[in-house]
């Protein structure tokens, strides 16, 4: 198993960076549409969805696909890519320097590696995690860890402090009045919680993630050692087979160790008791 694991990272990284280098030039001059859900799509969305899907289906052709541009239904298939061809289609649009691909892959519903590449800024994110499926044989000789352009990545082990940062999204800013750090606010799901991963940020919040926006960046979170919190009672894995996930969202709280969970938890639960009324 170990070619399988070497081929499933050099074809991630290969076919992000592929993408990336034609959303470099199609940056800056993109036009975007409005979708049914309110959100952006620009014609670089599909057609890198497009490229991604046949790559996936020429190299791994048993494999099953779940995309934010395409198909939305959990396949019944025991591996299965979850991609998001253009991750902050917002930023790319209005020609913010943030946005990347995402490709996650899960074995029986669990994501077990993920890979996130931001062109703009040269960073590719990869992470192997499997201490959720301990013992299955498949996953025996899997890699582990998290690391950022090949160099391993930890969350901060920093004392909290007035400097440090906490990256919220534009429907939690709500949580930012009273917060004991700086906020940011990235546009780019992944990033705000790859921040976390890789000790830039001591934590963040996504009010409604996507599959798409978390399958990858999930494995990097946890195989980093950093605190992943879903903010409803259901586990966000295994994904469901035959359930379509095209607008289900998975509220979470990412912090880089437990002991400060409680310290950031109460505000995030202030914010939402107050949003709902």
């Known amino acids: 198993m170990q070619d399988f694991w070497n081929d499933i990272l050099s074809f991630s990284q290969t076919t992000v960076k592929t993408i990336g280098q034609q959303f470099l030039k199609d940056f800056g001059s993109a036009q975007a549409d409005e979708k049914d859900d309110g959100s952006l799509v620009t014609k670089s969305d599909n057609w890198a969805d497009a490229e991604i899907r046949n790559a996936i ?10 995309s934010e541009e395409g198909e939305h ?13 253009l991750d902050a289609t917002t930023n790319f649009a209005r020609g913010i320097p943030i946005w990347g691909i995402s490709l996650g892959l899960l074995y029986r519903g669990t994501p077990v590696f993920g890979c996130v590449h931001l062109p703009p800024l040269n960073q590719t994110f990869h992470g192997f995690y499997a ?3 301990a013992g299955d044989n498949v996953l ?3 890699p582990q860890g998290a690391f950022l352009n090949d160099r391993p990545i930890r969350p901060s082990a920093d004392k909290l ?12 800013v709500g949580i930012g009045a009273h917060l004991p750090s700086k906020i940011r606010m990235l546009g780019m799901a992944s990033y705000n919680f790859l921040m976390v991963a890789s000790g830039v940020a001591m934590g963040g919040v996504e009010a409604t993630p996507k ?14 050692g950093a605190v992943w919190l879903p903010l409803e009672s259901q586990a966000i894995f295994p994904l469901e087979v035959g359930k379509n996930y095209g607008r289900v969202s998975f509220p979470t709280l990412v912090m880089n160790r437990q002991e ?7 505000f995030v639960e202030a914010w939402k008791k107050k949003k709902m009324g």
């Open 260 to 266: 400060l969970v409680s310290v950031f938890l109460p």
């Open 73 to 85: 239904v959990f396949p019944d298939t025991e591996w299965c890519w979850v991609v998001d061809p």
């Open 131 to 133: 201490d959720n499926l």
């Open 161 to 172: 402090s007035g400097n440090h940062i906490f990256n919220l999204c534009s429907r939690s």
């Open 211 to 224: 599959i798409w926006d978390i399958a990858g960046s999930w494995v990097i979170v946890k195989a980093a």
């Open 57 to 66: 289906a020429l190299a791994f052709p048993s494999h099953g696909i779940l």
């Open 140 to 142: 025996t000789n899997m």
